[in-house]
Nanobody, 125 residues
Framework: QMQLVESGGGSVQAGGSLRLSCARS????????LGWFRQAPGKEREGVAG????????YYADSVKGRFTIFQDNAKSTLYLQMNSLKPEDTAMYYC??????????????????WGQGTQVTVSS
């Protein structure tokens, strides 16, 4: 059973940066899909970015392209989301998720089987 624990959230002013981390444990398979989702109050959860652990396949939502970067450190079993040029509309609870193959980095929320508890990101104007 894979466990995911997010960290790195916080409060920042518009234009600032944050780096989210997601530590993975309890898994034996090396190939899977990882993703970051977010949910703002009163809104549905949406996919932000995804990555396939083998190779360089990534996915970004249009709203974050050019500002967010998803990457992994396999040696540390950690997934990251570097968020630059943050906007107030990026304010949300951010979740790390994992899915086993066959899978896609651009998978929907319902495709991902494992979830972290979330970390809050608040961007003030």
């Amino acid at each position: 059973q894979m466990q995911l624990v997010e960290s790195g959230g916080g409060s920042v002013q518009a234009g600032g940066s944050l780096r989210l981390s997601c530590a993975r444990s309890g898994y034996t398979y090396s190939t899977h899909c990882l993703g970051w989702f977010r949910q703002a109050p009163g809104k549905e959860r949406e996919g932000v970015a995804g990555i396939y652990t083998r190779g360089s396949s990534t996915y970004y939502a249009d709203s974050v392209k050019g500002r967010f970067t998803i990457f992994q450190d396999n040696a540390k079993s950690t997934l990251y989301l570097q968020m630059n040029s943050l906007k107030p509309e990026d304010t949300a609870m951010y979740y790390c998720a994992a899915d086993l193959p066959p899978c896609s980095p651009a998978g929907r929320e319902s495709d991902f089987a494992y979830w972290g508890q979330g970390t809050q990101v608040t961007v003030s104007s």
